[in-house]
């Protein structure tokens, strides 16, 4: 499934990047022709039209979609991509941008998954900086070191029933939690894993991959 | 030492919440006494007056603050108020709110320690949601649990020369990391710690907090 992205300024062009990075398909939605020159050159699928259009939506495959993304510059113009969206897909997950508390709210009321206020977030963010500077950058991807990785991984089928100590001793790894049932529990070593379990892993990055590759085991 | 904020809005608020939070001593200063009015209600030290104005920023204290903020909603306003505060004050920490990769350029040329720029950041977070839901939510502080806290500590006088397995075994809490020459590295059993050394531990709330109580050992 692909990720239809609703506006092409700072906010979209950062959610682009990291999805193009990781792989993801992505189809972007702008009015702006010259705001998606940039874009399309780096490869990725671009719309020109206005979002708030159910039918460029359409055109995006939003009926298909595994996500969207809202991040225009504008409350209203979200809020009307969040209801058409939901009216187009119902399962799919959507993600919506908010100036305000308000606004968020209505966002939610509408359907939204989840909702992100740059505003709140970089005031938490630096609280976080002041607060736990070594965390927060490590966490925010800020220090990237062959040294140190950290991240999530969906629990494979080769390794159901597996104890967390038994995934340690095989990759080197260290698991940090298993998410099971929307909540996270610490790593115990006799923890046996579950279909359905994600675990957050950490270790030097060969470590951490050497997990992800047992997903192909 | 305590922490100057220059802009009391959604930025300034949230970073005075978690800071008040945290029980940091704050000064916030904004133009606007009716949006302080609220502050003064949570017990945080306001200071009417623009933060442009050196002698505002010597009123709040910021020739002997740890640190200064400056989260105005005016790119220039941050400006003036980064270059204000290293002259006031050379060895403080500032962080300052940029609205493009241009203006956080400038920040850091005029003193800035860290540049949030709120765009970026809420693209990231949004990318980050879609690939690693969990980690996300968990590292964000979105999921509070009993079972499973992560906190950055500095390395206490008491806890020199001991191992990483050492700690596990006195608190039961797992260390992810330690930050030493600023890198992380894995926390391996054997991993002795040194003085200037951090830790991030995992754990159950108990379990993280006995690692923080060694401090007072
Ligand atoms: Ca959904
Ligand atoms: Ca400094």
């Given at each position: 499934g692909?990720?239809?992205v609703c506006g092409y300024g700072q906010v979209g062009e950062a959610v682009c990047m990291a999805l193009r990075a990781a792989r993801r398909e992505v189809v972007v939605i702008d009015h702006r022709p010259e705001h998606l020159a940039w874009a399309e050159a780096q490869g990725i699928h671009t719309l020109v039209g206005d979002a708030t259009d159910e039918d460029v939506l359409r055109r995006a495959g939003a009926e298909r979609a595994e996500s969207l993304v809202s991040v225009i510059n504008s409350d209203p113009s979200n809020l009307y991509v969040v209801l058409s969206a939901r009216g187009l897909n119902p399962g799919m997950r959507v993600i919506a941008r908010a100036s305000d508390e308000s606004a968020?709210?209505?966002m939610r009321r509408a359907g939204a998954d989840e909702v992100v206020n740059p505003y709140q977030l970089s005031g938490n963010r630096?609280?976080?900086m002041m607060l736990a500077p070594r965390l927060s950058r490590l966490l925010s991807g800020d220090v990237t070191s062959?040294?140190?990785a950290v991240r999530e991984i969906g629990v494979p089928d080769a390794l159901v029933g597996?104890?967390?100590?038994?995934?340690?001793?095989?990759t080197g790894a260290l698991v940090v939690a298993v998410?099971?049932?929307g909540q996270p529990v610490v790593g115990r070593p006799?923890?046996?894993l579950q279909?359905?379990?994600a675990v957050l892993v950490a270790g030097a990055v060969a470590e951490v991959e050497a997990v992800e590759g047992m997903r192909l085991v």
């Open positions: 692909h990720t239809v968020a709210r209505k630096i609280a976080a062959e040294h140190f597996c104890t967390v100590a038994d995934l340690g001793r095989e998410w099971r049932g006799g923890e046996v279909a359905g379990d």
